[in-house]
């Protein structure tokens, strides 16, 4: 361990820098048409020999395959517990974790509508619907554990920016959060009791769609009473997305830090490959186009690597695509005759795989862990220590709380090495007392620093004069 002495404020700034073990990171798609691909006899092809499809996305890097599930009025034989079985179980056989997607509907719930299944549809007292959720999605998690596919990660509900169980199809007006945290804080119950009786804990994902609707989601979400997840997983396609890169960025950074040990993801994206093909296709693939990344195999792979590199450099942990395996043209005479998604795969009009597979194992470049440490500190009681700065991706520079404990103030966040940062510590709620005073401060009163190119401490005595 080096150590590096900066003159610095009312102490002195030691950098401490030391390996860490590397956080972990999720690769994988949501591969739910895959059964219903090979059972109408598409073949995907690498070179052009056949492979199996799981054993291809985990050669490319994958190390989580997802799945949906409908309940019991789904109109297919797909996405059911039995098609969910047959899909974890080929996930699992190639080493890969499993992610359950409940999508607590019949049919397709997302972030514009969340409908009740019909089976639920006349139950109007809250408390029992609640009761019925947790049935099933206890029931459910059980059914797979006996099968051996207890999935690793779990979603209670698909896309849920709005309420869900809706009675009704689309949700339009404000969120009854008081009903919407009664279902919600059910579900991941049932998650968490199904888990300690199988002996595996599932971690608990919630997904919203697109970045710029998951901050004020979930404010007000922890507002209700909502609680007990431990992902937070995001949706981002171009094409239904306000965000650019730097939006989605700064959304990651944002959430990570306002709530403190939850993983952050993309859990869908999608990018196309070209805009040929149907006329529904082509328009897709138009829509979705972002300027520097054209339709093309190339483009799709950079799209998704400088996608990645964002989500990983502002403490993200992972980005899965949606539907890479969907190749519905292959797919004659299937329920899976869409023709507007081929476009958005990983794989041509012939089954052959495209290079944009290969964004999951390409090298990133990953944050530092970053400790901001004042010692010496003696808080009154009920005394709150705040850090504020221009790291956390928010332009009115939030304040977030420091932990405190045996006389020190601490900090801890991921930064990219190298990234320049600007903070300050105040030790009142109202943020009128700077704890960082000294000679380095510049005219804004802040402390300036370039976070290093390995774990940085920076360590500030209080009360002492800088060297």
Known sequence: MRRIHFALLVGTAVVFASPCPAQTLYFGGDLSFANEMDDCGVV??????????????????????????????????????????????????QGMQLLLDFHYSDWWADGGKQIIPKAWAGIKDDRKLAQVLYRYTYDTLMALDREGVMPDMVQPGNEINHEILYHGRWKTGPINWKRNALLLNAAIRAIRDAGKKAGTLPKVMIQIAQPENNLPWYAAAVKAGVTGFDMIGISYYPKWSTDSFNGLGRTINLLRNRYPGKEVLVVETAYPWTTGGSAAAAALAKDNVTPGYPATPEGQKNFLVDLSQVVIANGGVGVFTWAPDWVPGLCRGSDARNI????????????????????????????????????????????????????????????????????????????????????????????????????????????????????????????????
């Not at 989580?64 to 039995?82: C, E, F, H, M, Q």
């Not at 221009?390 to 304040?399: A, C, R, S, V, Y």
């Open 44 to 93: 995907y092809r690498e070179n052009g020999q056949p492979k199996d499809l799981y054993a291809l996305f985990r050669e490319h890097g994958a190390n989580v395959a997802r799945a949906r599930i409908w309940t019991d009025g789904n109109p297919t034989k797909y996405s059911n517990l039995a098609d969910v079985v047959r899909s974890f179980k080929r996930a699992k056989a």
């Open 340 to 467: 507007d998604w081929p476009s958005m795969t990983f794989f041509d009009d012939k089954g052959e795989v495209l290079p944009g597979i290969d964004y999951m194992q390409a090298a990133y470049q990953r944050p530092v862990s970053v400790t901001i440490r004042l010692h010496g500190v003696k808080p009154a009681k009920g005394q709150v220590f705040n850090i504020w700065g221009d790291f956390f991706g928010d332009p009115d520079f939030t304040p977030f709380p420091m932990h405190v404990e045996a006389g020190t103030a601490e900090y801890k966040t991921t930064l990219m090495p190298g990234t320049f940062i600007r903070f300050q510590v105040y030790g009142d709620k109202a943020m009128q007392k700077p704890l960082l005073t000294g000679p380095k401060l510049t005219g804004d009163g802040v402390v300036p620093e370039t976070v290093g190119q390995t774990n940085t401490v920076f360590d500030f005595e209080f009360g002492k004069p800088a060297n």
